[in-house]
């Protein structure tokens, strides 16, 4: 059995802004990448490891994968894969995204 991944408060949030931004032009495309996001969370169970480590961390347990052009945080803790934040490439990372 693999890791249990599990969403905080804050990566929901953040998808739902990014949903909503989107969809002001495109619903479609909102779904889509919204879709996206989640297909990448999904390889989190069976292997953590495969994203990079957050250069802006330097921790080997705070890794991210992108999707289009958001990148998807999170933290290897135990057994548990959190995913913290879902932020946009260009916007600057601050250790709060972290928990």
């Given at each position: 059995?693999?890791?249990?991944?599990?969403?905080?408060?804050?990566?929901?949030?953040?998808?739902?802004?990014?949903?909503a931004y989107i969809a002001r032009?495109?619903?479609?495309?909102?779904a889509a990448v919204v879709q996206r996001i989640i297909e990448v969370t999904r390889d989190l169970s069976d292997n953590p490891l495969i994203g990079d480590i957050v250069q802006e961390f330097g921790?080997?347990?705070i890794r991210e994968q992108f999707a289009y052009t958001y990148r998807i945080l999170?933290?290897?803790?135990?057994?548990?894969?959190?995913?913290t934040a879902v932020i946009h490439g260009k916007r600057l990372l601050k250790m709060e995204v972290m928990g």
């Open positions: 059995m693999g890791y249990q991944v599990v969403w905080s408060p804050q990566a929901i949030d953040d998808i739902d802004a990014i949903a032009d495109s619903v479609s495309y909102a921790d080997e347990m999170y933290r290897i803790q135990d057994e548990t894969v959190t995913v």
